[in-house]
């Protein structure tokens, strides 16, 4: 069983930056990719960024294009979100998961995902 552990989120003001990071450990092979979803309090979880695991292709949405980087580690079984340029909007609750399919941009084709962790910025 592949556990995703999610950290880094914290309070932040608006402009600041964060480094969120997804740990995988237990019995572990290498995901299609790994992506990342928020969902604020109200609202549906939506996507921010994935990462292709062999190729390192990146995916963002459009809230977030310019803003936040998606990197992974092969070695360390790891991705990172950096999150620069914080808006108030960008409060959410963070998630990490993985996938083996397509349709990165859907919360469905994921198998496996972190407890999150809250990020939010204040204004």
């Known amino acids: 069983q592949v556990q995703l552990t999610e950290s880094g989120g914290g309070l932040v003001q608006a402009g600041g930056s964060l480094r969120l990071s997804c740990a995988a450990s237990?019995?572990?092979?290498?995901?299609?990719?790994m992506g990342w979803f928020r969902q604020a309090p109200g609202k549906e979880r939506e996507f921010v960024a994935a990462i292709t695991w062999r190729l390192g292709t990146t995916y963002y949405a459009d809230a977030v294009k310019g803003r936040f980087t998606l990197s992974r580690d092969t070695a360390k079984n790891a991705c990172y979100l950096q999150l620069n340029s914080l808006k108030p909007e960008d409060t959410a609750v963070y998630y990490c998961a993985a996938t083996n399919q397509g349709l990165l941009k859907l919360p469905g084709p994921y198998n496996n995902w972190g407890q999150g962790t809250q990020v939010t910025v204040s204004e």
């Open positions: 237990g019995r572990t092979s290498s995901p299609y990719a």
